[in-house]
């Protein structure tokens, strides 16, 4: 087809002459218009006239453009198609065509136009050609492309969120937009929910109670509305939800909707729950650790004495000792408990220090031994030539060793055999140990070290035991950036075996070692003891006495301040939970009204580390809970008291 530029056009009649003034003006009018580009084109789309305008838009000069075909101003793509003439055979045929589109300037350069294009009547009733207005709508083009790019990035954001369900509701609560969060925390698609009320998410007892437009209202009169509550998915399942709806409204102040975000918190909500209920379980296990240790103390005092007695009787000898080893197997589960609660609630500290678990083996052993004796067991030890240094609380590392031990021997029938060995394994230190018992079954081995598990027993449970030990083990090893493992079959007399893996350490430059003499207290010093416990307060003066000390007795805040204003005691046994007042007010208040207070010591079943802090925050030298050990407590009376 030939380019419209070549066609030869038709002659066409001279526009009859502007004689009119009217006329005149109209023409001055559209030739000083700037803001639109106005001109003739004849019957063929040649141009005829040229503004202001179209110089200014366009950029050509009238001399530059009238006579050429108003085709140069269409881009590549859209004379291709032959757009000009649809748009002049369109006008043409229904007398005008409007359309909106690219067009070109004379430096080549594209802007957004708006064309009018009207078919031109003579007087005569002739077709005399084109009248053509074109606007340049660039600018407003531009703003159009970014708010629809912004829609568009804002729809694609809110339809991509999959962690939040985000959507609108119109006024009265219906659902009118959904995206990929809603779709995925509450199961349905969008052709099923838009256009549903939103209580549709409620459960029954909300719907009945009107809540769901409760929140409406609240929203409407707040601007915003906040909640966390169970909803319901499609399935029928609830899910703990936290709930924001925003009024929405237009620029007058109409409400035009709301905007509600929810969030699945089940998860989180499960998390807080065993959050707290660990908190609670800590509580209630220090308070139980607490309770347990007051009797306790009594007994252990009671002990003590009749240690330094000369027993003549061999029932009376016999009594002593079942006691003693009743009573540290009661310490022991004491302790347990209290340090689990220690552990789950974070607050137990361990030693930084270079340990040797050569020296771990045998002070384990050495606490174990008495415990093999009685079954016949053969307990053989293998430890590494060199010495084994690792950074860690040497206490704990033997709490650990003395556990696993303690429990091979506890399984192992009598006239067994249990084996302790520690070696070198590359940068690890390697701690076994292993009986011929009956094993653990496989249904047990993968929950052994969970806390108050234990493997099955029989109905007489003959072994006994919470279930702390293994769960104390593995919590402890881990504070020591070591792991532990359980290895069983489960066939009896091929037992169990217990890894632990340590990292090693550089070994350190001194070992420096210190051991109690042990020999008694000189002079007779003055100790008040004051407990409201009066079974542990009096065996504890009675134990005072026996290491040299001149003791005397309080049970009550009050009547110990007293006394440690009249009597100016060397120093002081001071239980915490007093009548009147406490122990910690006592020792503020001693330090507040005695001139050269004495020494005092906390001895209380209060034994958290927020406990301990407390105290030394109040002024006690050293802080000890019940059942207070007769050797650790003398070693302290001795530094204190030679010190006063």
Not at 207 to 234: H, M, S, Y
Not at 357 to 376: C, F, G, M, R
Not at 517 to 532: A, C, E, S
Request: with cysteine; charged share 30%.
């Amino acid at each position: 087809m030939a380019d419209a530029r070549e066609v030869p056009l038709p002659p066409v009649a001279p526009p009859p002459a502007l004689t009119e003034p009217g006329d005149a003006d109209f023409r001055l009018m559209v030739d000083a218009v700037g803001d639109y580009a106005i001109f003739l084109l004849d019957p063929g789309g040649v141009i005829r006239s040229w503004n202001t305008g179209a110089r200014r838009i366009k950029g050509y000069a009238a001399h530059e453009v009238i006579g050429r075909h108003f085709s140069l101003f269409y881009p590549t793509e859209q004379l291709e198609r032959g757009w000009p003439e649809h748009e002049l055979k369109v006008a043409r045929e229904t007398g005008r065509f409007e359309d909106e589109g690219w067009r070109l300037r004379k430096d080549g350069t594209r802007f957004w136009a708006n064309v009018i294009i009207t078919r031109l009547i003579g007087p005569d009733g002739q077709f005399r050609g084109f009248s053509k207005i074109t606007r340049d709508l660039t600018e407003r083009r531009r703003q159009e492309d970014q708010l629809r790019m912004s829609e568009e990035r804002f729809r694609l954001l809110m339809e991509g969120v999959k962690d939040y369900a985000i959507f609108m509701l119109d006024p009265s609560g219906h659902v009118v937009s959904w995206n990929a969060g809603a779709r995925r925390f509450k199961g349905y698609e969008a052709h099923e929910i838009i256009g549903q009320h939103f209580s549709t998410f409620y459960p029954p007892d909300a719907q009945a109670t009107g809540w769901p437009n409760e929140e409406l209202q609240i929203a409407r009169r707040d601007g915003r509305f906040q909640d966390e509550g169970w909803r319901v998915r499609k399935d029928g399942s609830r899910f703990w939800a936290s709930v924001v709806i925003t009024a929405l409204h237009d620029e007058t102040g109409m409400l035009r909707g709301f905007a509600k975000v929810t969030r699945d918190l089940t998860e989180q909500r499960r998390v807080r729950s065993l959050e707290d209920e660990g908190r609670r379980i800590s509580t209630f296990l220090a308070m139980l650790g607490h309770e347990l240790r007051n009797p306790l103390a009594p007994i252990s005092n009671a002990l003590a004495l009749m240690a330094r007695e000369k027993l003549e009787s061999r029932t009376l000898r016999l009594a002593q000792e079942t006691i003693a080893r009743q009573l540290k197997q009661m310490v022991r589960l004491v302790d347990d408990l209290l340090d689990i609660g220690r552990i789950t609630s974070g607050k137990i500290r361990l030693e930084a220090k270079p340990v040797d678990l050569n020296e771990v083996v045998a002070e384990a052993i050495e606490a174990t031994q008495p415990a093999a004796e009685d079954k016949s067991h053969q307990l053989q030890v293998e430890s590494d030539d060199t010495a084994l240094w690792v950074i860690g609380d040497r206490a704990r590392l033997i709490q650990v060793l003395s556990n696993l031990v303690g429990n091979a021997i506890k399984f192992t029938p009598a006239r067994g055999h249990v084996q302790v060995r520690a070696a070198r394994d590359g940068d690890k230190a390697v701690l076994t140990v292993r009986d011929n018992g009956p094993g653990i079954a496989s249904r047990d081995i993968e929950r052994i070290f969970n806390l108050f598990e234990q493997g099955e027993q029989d109905v007489a449970r003959l072994q006994g035991g919470l279930g702390l030990g293994l769960s104390l083990v593995q919590q402890l090893v881990s504070l020591h950036g070591g792991d532990v493992a359980a290895y069983s079959r489960g066939v009896p007399g091929d037992g169990s075996e217990f890894v632990v893996r340590l990292p090693l350490s550089a070994p350190p430059a001194i070992v420096e070692r210190q051991r109690a003499d042990g020999t008694q207290l000189d002079g007779r010093p003055m100790v008040l003891v004051v407990d409201d416990n009066r079974d542990s307060a009096h065996t504890m003066a009675e134990l005072m006495e026996v290491l040299g000390c001149r003791a005397s007795v309080r049970h009550d805040g009050p009547t110990a301040l007293n006394a440690i204003k009249q009597l100016a005691p060397d120093l002081v046994l001071l239980d915490i939970g007093l009548p009147g007042l406490s122990g910690l007010e006592v020792a503020e208040r001693v330090r507040a009204e005695v001139a050269n207070p004495p020494p005092l010591i906390a001895v209380t079943g209060y034994g958290q580390e927020r406990d301990r802090q407390l105290s030394f925050d109040a002024g006690f030298f050293a802080h000890l809970t019940k059942p207070v050990d007769a050797d650790q407590l003398e070693d302290l009376l001795r530094r204190l008291l030679d010190r006063r």
